[in-house]
Nanobody
């Protein structure tokens, strides 16, 4: 089992920044790809970004490229999502997820999920 706890969400004005964190416990963190997903009200959960076991590979959905950065610190069992130039369209509940060998953008290929953290961007 892997337990994931997200933090860092909140209310921010358009153009602002937030840094989300996801702390993992349980099994060896570095054995897992880590992903960030988001779900807006009434919409399906979608991939935002993912990072490979060592951090050598990163993946982003087109809408966040150049604005969001995913990173991980395996010594701290933590993955981060730095979000810059936020827009109201980024408003959603953000979830982190862990999977051993997922296709990065498919939520059903991740094995463990956090409880989510709300990000609200005001215009």
């Amino acid at each position: 089992q892997v337990q994931l706890v997200e933090s860092g969400g909140g209310l921010v004005q358009a153009g602002g920044s937030l840094r989300l964190s996801c702390a993992a416990s349980g099994r060896t963190f570095s054995n897992y790809y880590m992903g960030w997903f988001r779900q807006a009200p009434g919409r399906e959960r979608k991939a935002v970004a993912a990072i490979s076991w060592s951090g050598g590979s990163t993946y982003y959905v087109d809408s966040v490229k150049g604005r969001f950065t995913i990173s991980r610190d395996n010594a701290k069992n933590t993955v981060y999502l730095q979000m810059n130039s936020l827009t109201p369209e980024d408003t959603a509940v953000y979830y982190c997820a862990a999977g051993q060998r997922p296709r990065w953008d498919l939520n059903y290929e991740y094995d463990y999920w956090g409880q989510g953290t709300q990000v609200t961007v005001s215009s």
